[in-house]
Every structure is written in C-alpha cells, then in structure tokens.
C-alpha cells in the first residue's frame, strides 16, 4: 500500500529524471551550431544575492540538477548553460530584475512552458532564465464581451478549462496545451488547429501588459475590441519571442463555445482530394468549418506505432480531420450528412467516421496532436514548419524522401491545410550535421522559390535567423534592427534569436 | 446460430464533468453531452464479432430511456447491429428507472424476441450499479457469465474467461445465457461513413414499459446526490525518508 503511495506522488518527478537519464544530454547549442558568446556581464554570487533579496530563496534556482530542464529545449536539440532561474510572480518583480540586469548588462532569456520548436526558450550560454511559471493568476473575465485578462504564465488548457465554465472558449488550441503558457502563445504569435475558424493572436489579442529591457512597464492591457489610438503597440510584442520586451499580461477575446461539435476522420486516395475536399468542405459546410488538417500515412502509422495510439479508421495514403463548431446540432448534422453523402458519392473520401460525442473525438483529435511528439520516440526529429501555396503544400515531402534516402527513417507530412501550413518531420536515428546540411538551408530556398514562408507558425528562435532572409527583404529587416535597438539598446533580451548579427 | 440481445444505455460522456443539481436530487443533465455507456460500446463489439464470425444471426440492440435514446441506438446499429428497439421511458420516471426494472424489461424482449444471449455492460458509469447482467439472468432463470474478458463459442454453449481478483476464471456455460462485458473484452470499433449513413435506415421499434406488461414504479429512493470532497493540494516532499516522516506525522502509517 505504502509502496504505490509513494510511486503515485513522484511519479510526475520520477519520469522527469528518466527523460533525462536515458537519454544522452544534447549537444551544447554554443559547440553544436557554433556561435560565440557576446560581450554581456558575468553573473557573479552579488546578483544571486540581490536576486534572492527580492524573491526570497525558493524563488531563484542555481542548484544545477533544478536548472537543467529550463537548460534543455522540447525537442532536445538545444542545451544552454544557464546557471540561475528567476521565477518572479509579479509585473513588478519582472520590472526590478529586468532593470537590475540591463544595469548590469546581464542577458536574460524568458521562458514560457519551454515548448517552443525553435529553440527559443531556453539560454544559448549563461543567460538568466526568467520563468514564468508563477504568474499564472487569472485576473478578470468578461462573459459578456468575451474578454479575459490573465498573466502571462496562465497554462493554455487552465484556462481553456476556466473560460469554459463560462460559455466561452480560448480562441487558440494546440497540442501543446497542457504545458505552454498564454504568454509563449503570445510572443511566437501561436497558430494551432483553429487558427481557420477564430483567426490568429494579432486578431484575438486584444491588449497586452510588457516590460521593457529597461524596465518601464508598457500598459497596452485595455481589453477593447477597438482602440485605435495611436500606433497599435501591442503587435511588436505578439511573435517578437521575447526580444522586444518580455509580457506579462494579456487581454484576450475568447469565442462563444460552440453547442454542437462535429468531428469527422477520413481516408482520402491522393493530395490532389485533400485539396479538392478542403475546397469542398470550404463551400458545404460554410460557417460551421472549424478544422482542415491533414496528415499523410507515415504521419499517423509513426504516431500509431510509436506511442500506441489507435486508428479509429483503415490505413489510406491520406487522412484529413474534419471539425465543425455551431450552435444548433440539427442544422449541423444535416449539413455535415449531405457533405459526407456527396464526397462519398464522389469518391473524395474513401473511407472514415464521424463522431460527436466528447470522449471520441477527444480520442481522434488525441491521435492528431500527438503527430508532433511521435517522431521522437525513434530517436531524433528535424522539424520544419512551412507556409506554402496550397498546389505546392505536399511536393516538398516526396522531394526530401528522395533527397535523404536511407539516410532518414521516415520523412512525414501533416498540417493545417485551411492555413497553407504544413510540418514537415524527418526523423533519424540521431542527430548528424551531413543529414541537416542536406536539409538546410535546401527546404529554406525550396520554400522562398515559391513565395512561402520559412516559419509559419514555430517563429525563428535560436534556430533560424540565419534563415530569416528567405522569408524577409533587407528593408524589413534592418526595421526590425532599428526596432530592436530602440527597445532594447543592450541586446539582453533573449540573445542569439531571431534577428541575425549581419542585415 | 444464436441471436443476440445488447443493451445500450445513453449516459453522460465520460469526457464531461458532471454537476450535481443546486437541489442534490441527481445530476445536471440537460444540455449535456451524452454517448454510449463505454462498457456498453464492449458489448456490441462482441456481439457484431459474434455476427462477423457467423456465431451470431441477428443482433437486437435495446436502449430504456427518452426520445435520444434513439441516438445510441443509431450508434449501436452503425456499429453493426440489425435492428434495434427503443423502450421508451420519459420525465421522472427515467428518472426513477432502477436496474431491475432494465432487467425485467430485457429478459421480457430476450424471450418475445427468442434471444439466445444477452450482453450488457458490466455497470453503467453513471450509476455504476452492476446489477443489469445479474438480475436479468435470475429472472430469466438463465446461466450467467459476468466480466467476460473473452467470450469463445465451444460445442452448443460459451467459454468464457472473468476477470476476478487476482487473475482469471475459464468458465463454460450452456445457451441461453447472459454475458456483461468487462473493459479487456475488445476494443470497439469506429462506426465507418457507409455503416452510419445504413444506420439511418435500419429498422428501429418503440414500445413502452406498459406494452411490456413491465411496472417500473420506482423501488429505491435517492436521498441525496453530493459532489465528491475536494481533493486537498498536495505538497512535494524531497526525498522517500521525508515522505515516510510526512506520513508518520499524519498517523497515515
Ligand atoms: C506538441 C506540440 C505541438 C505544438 N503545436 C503547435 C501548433 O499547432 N501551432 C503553433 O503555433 N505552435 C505549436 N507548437 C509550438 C508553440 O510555439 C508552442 O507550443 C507555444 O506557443 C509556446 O509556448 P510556451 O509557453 O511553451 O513558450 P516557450 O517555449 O517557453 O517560449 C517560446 C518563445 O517565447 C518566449 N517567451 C515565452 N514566454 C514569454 C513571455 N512571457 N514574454 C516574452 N517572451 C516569452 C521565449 O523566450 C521563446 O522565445 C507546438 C509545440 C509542441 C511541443
Ligand atoms: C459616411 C462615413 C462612414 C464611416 N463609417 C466608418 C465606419 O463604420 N468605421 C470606421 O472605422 N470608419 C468609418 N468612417 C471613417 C473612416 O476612417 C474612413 O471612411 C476610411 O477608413 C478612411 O479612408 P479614406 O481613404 O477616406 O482615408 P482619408 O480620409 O483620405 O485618410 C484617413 C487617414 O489616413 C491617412 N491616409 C490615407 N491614405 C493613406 C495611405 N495610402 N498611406 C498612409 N496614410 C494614408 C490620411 O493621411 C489620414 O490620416 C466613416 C466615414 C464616413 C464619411
């Protein structure tokens, strides 16, 4: 009795440190992609002092083992060396450390739920990370408007769970939910499986509370459908990843929950009938369309096989989920019943189900979400997450299986068809520079020949702004140079991201 | 060959948190997401197997409840099913409907309809009676094989192996017989597009308690329906010696 006590209350730890043990610790970002580190202060034990005056002892982490998870990216691609965590619970508490350490010229990396694909949120050398883990205090809601206010360290799904005891949801849904907070949704302007229907944060987000390098306090927080007063501030911190200023409030506007879900899961023959069908499903089910994702047969057979899922449907060379939001189940029904009666007849879907009830479509979105993490399982994983027209959304996929050969286990396809975004997974064995010099910056200039863009959704984090010139022209980017100086002349905020050295 | 009888009963989704009702008389159920009972999901996935592996010739699903309980229905004959039949049964006195009076009205289909098994779920989650399985085969006066975890035809009757603490039970029983399905018994499968758009058309009976010749006047009185205690926040402790001192502390050991 004692001994499954005792497992059930460390399990959470226990499997914290297996992640750890069993597997090798990556590589050093700083040795693996080369970068040296700026000319920035040391942290030195004064400032963990001064830090710990401030926040109290529980609050500033230095003990190596406790800084190692917050060192480690998602995907474990990137490792830094940090040596403090500050885990501040208020906007004042953020203000002090940050004008301490641009005083200082110590660098800071801000963290959210560290489930970024980019490697942006965790350190590249000894940059203090500041957590946001305990600001997560829900400050009001509006039921009416469908105005909430949270900060920024709110865990999406918490408050998903929260809104919805209101008749309202978050305009945002990703598989990450459980983990990442408002404020990492925020600052890499977060996409997610709904981005169709409710439109992406630049749109929801209606006020945002920031502190600057400095320290001043930017309150933008007004929670107004309209305020076109003055320049629209709010947007430079939405996807900025943290180098403009770090958030630590948002007002966002959450939709009506829906009365009727529908989802349905189809077997489709090619990806010319993706298309077709997203076309279809576009003009039959109107305003009720909530979700067109799509995933190719090795996305669903690795995430099947690897974590043990079940396929609620046969195995097709394409599958695409369908989702629909109303709010009056008779209407919705007859209208998903003839689109499914036509597309059979048609042949578009081969084959499939539907379901409605909250336990199975839990169970097929389930099967979705976790295409993103499945790759891992068989080692290690190069993402890529490409905005490209919808007649080119597939080709890169076959293009690289050719390119990488036997040198790749599986290269996979999936994504938000409705948003032109698709992720492309190459899974290895283990990490090798000959298979990332095959694929980058190859993708990059595949994706620019046709206009796309090199990042849809994941932002350029630590891993691409020597990409960024794909996707941006010279003009753009010495803006954001300029941006960047004004807001944060030092440079301390998340260092080596997003924007590179040389414009 | 062998016809099957399945009941299926409309309860609250299990991915749905259930409110007790502001007077503690049951739970909120209006507006609610409901579904098929899963371990009743089990048993008609054994029964269509029965159906695909030619042991079954008919299977009859059977839902006791309000006009949605068509809806199950429609799930259990996508899922595979011929025909169904609705009991209905309305307003309080759905809400009063007790185990015994499912059984009775299921043994009163199993001999009109001259079924040669029965299966049902091993408990409903919302009541978690377990009681259906077991009432229906004594007014039957039938055999019954309760937590199947597998279910095999062999001479004129059925093995059966239970699920019992601490492993497992074989045991044989001879036809007619009542079957309630245990969570290992399968994995139900997704009704397919073409198996829900037959579903629609598939024949499907309502009769009432009263055609049944069934009394369904309550036998229990619920008293009193209340939340659960909070669970109180844990606390992280740094090591197995400072847990085993907590719960010393606590005179939990
Ligand atoms: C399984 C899985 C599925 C995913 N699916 C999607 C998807 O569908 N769509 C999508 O867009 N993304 C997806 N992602 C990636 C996505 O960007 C992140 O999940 C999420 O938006 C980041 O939030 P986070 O709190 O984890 O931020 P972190 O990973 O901690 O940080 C992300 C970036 O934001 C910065 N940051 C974090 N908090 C703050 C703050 N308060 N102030 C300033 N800067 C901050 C960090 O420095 C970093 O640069 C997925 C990730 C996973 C693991
Ligand atoms: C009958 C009527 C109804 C209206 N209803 C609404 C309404 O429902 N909602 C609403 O929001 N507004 C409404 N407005 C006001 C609204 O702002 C303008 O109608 C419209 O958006 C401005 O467009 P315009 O081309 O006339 O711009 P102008 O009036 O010419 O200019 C508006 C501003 O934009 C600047 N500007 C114009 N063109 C450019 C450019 N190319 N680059 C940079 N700056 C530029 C101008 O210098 C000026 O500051 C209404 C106005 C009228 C007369």
Known sequence: MIKSFVKLISKNNVLEQIRYASQALPQLSSEKYNIKRKTFGTIEPSDVGYFRSILGEERVLTDESDVLPYNIDWIKNCRGQSRVVLKPRSTEEVSTILKYCNDKRLAVCPQGGNTGLVGGSVPVFDEIVISFALMNKIDTLDDLSGALVCEAGCILENLDNYVREHGLIMPLDLGAKGTCHIGGNTSTNAGGLRLLRYGNLHGSVLGIEAVKADGTVIDCLRALKKDNTGYHLKHLFIGSEGTLGLVTKVAIHCPVLPKSVNLGFFGVKNFENVLKLYKSAKSKLGEILSAFEMADFDSIDCTVKNLKLPNPISEYPFYVLVETHGSDEAHDSEKLTRFLASEMETGLIVDGTVASEPAKMQTIWNLRESIAGAGLAGGYVFKYDVSIPLKNYYDLVPILRKRLGDKALKVFGYGHVGDGNIHINVTVPQYTKEVSSLLEPYIFEEVSKVNGSISAEHGIGFRKPMYIHYSKDQSALQLMKDLKQLMDPNGILNPYKVLPDAV | ?253
């Open chain 2, 1 to 253: 060959m062998s016809r099957v009888l399945v009941g299926v009963k409309r309860v609250i989704d299990y991915a749905v948190k259930v409110r007790v009702k502001p007077d503690k008389t049951g739970v909120v159920t209006d507006g609610v997401k409901h579904s098929m009972n899963p371990f009743d999901e089990i048993a008609v996935e054994e029964a269509v197997k029965m159906k695909e592996k030619k042991i079954a010739s008919e299977v009859i699903a059977v839902s006791c409840g309000p006009a949605q309980a068509q809806e199950t229905l429609r799930t259990a004959l996508a899922m595979g099913a011929d025909r169904a039949i609705h009991v209905e049964v309305t307003g309080p006195a759905y809400d009063t409907l007790q185990p015994l009076h499912v059984a009775k009205i299921l043994a009163k289909l199993s001999k009109d309809e001259k079924a040669d098994i029965v299966i049902v779920g091993k408990q409903a989650i919302d009541d978690d009676s377990n009681q259906t399985a077991q009432m229906t085969a004594a007014l039957l006066d039938w055999p019954q094989a309760t937590f199947a975890s597998k279910v095999e035809k062999t001479g004129d009757g059925l093995t059966v192996t239970r699920e019992i603490d601490g492993g497992l039970e074989v045991i044989k029983t001879k036809l007619p017989a009542v079957v309630s399905a245990d969570l290992r018994l399968n994995e139900p499968r997704y009704a397919t597009l073409p198996n829900i758009m037959k579903a629609k058309k598939k024949p499907l009976k309502k009769v009432t308690p009263k055609d049944l010749g069934v009394d369904i006047a309550p036998r229990i009185k619920v008293v009193s329906v209340e939340d659960p205690p909070v669970r109180q926040a844990g606390a992280v402790v740094p090591d197995v010696d400072a847990l085993v001192a907590k719960l010393k502390e606590g005179g939990h050991i």
